[in-house]
Nanobody, 126 residues
Framework: QVQLVESGGGLVQAGGSLRLSCAAS????????MGWFRQAPGKEREFVAA????????SYADSVKGRFTISRDNAKNTVYLQMNSLKPEDTAVYYC???????????????????WGQGTQVTVSS
């Protein structure tokens, strides 16, 4: 069984920064691509960023490109999401997820992810 635990959310003013962390346990973390998704009230869960199993490939939603950076530390079984220049529209619950098959490049499709964390709230005030 895989467990993912997010941390680092909180309340920040527009223009500020936060770094989310996602600690993984329960299987070989380094073999699996990871992603971050978010869900705002009344909206569907959407892709934010993904990183390949090796860390060599990353992808971002257009809405966060240039402001957010995804990274991973396989020695610590942790994936990060550095969020800069935050906007009120970034307010959401942020979830990390692990793909269901190994050695992926990091899909933007929610159905490719099998394991999910419980989410961490990010609130950006104007």
């Amino acid at each position: 069984q895989v467990q993912l635990v997010e941390s680092g959310g909180g309340l920040v003013q527009a223009g500020g920064s936060l770094r989310l962390s996602c600690a993984a346990s329960g299987r070989t973390f380094s073999s699996y691509a990871m992603g971050w998704f978010r869900q705002a009230p009344g909206k569907e869960r959407e892709f934010v960023a993904a990183i390949s199993w090796s860390g060599g490939t990353t992808s971002y939603a257009d809405s966060v490109k240039g402001r957010f950076t995804i990274s991973r530390d396989n020695a610590k079984n942790t994936v990060y999401l550095q969020m800069n220049s935050l906007k009120p529209e970034d307010t959401a619950v942020y979830y990390c997820a692990a793909e269901g098959v190994p050695y992926g490049l990091g899909s933007q499709t929610i159905n490719e992810y099998r394991y999910w964390g419980q989410g961490t709230q990010v609130t950006v005030s104007s």
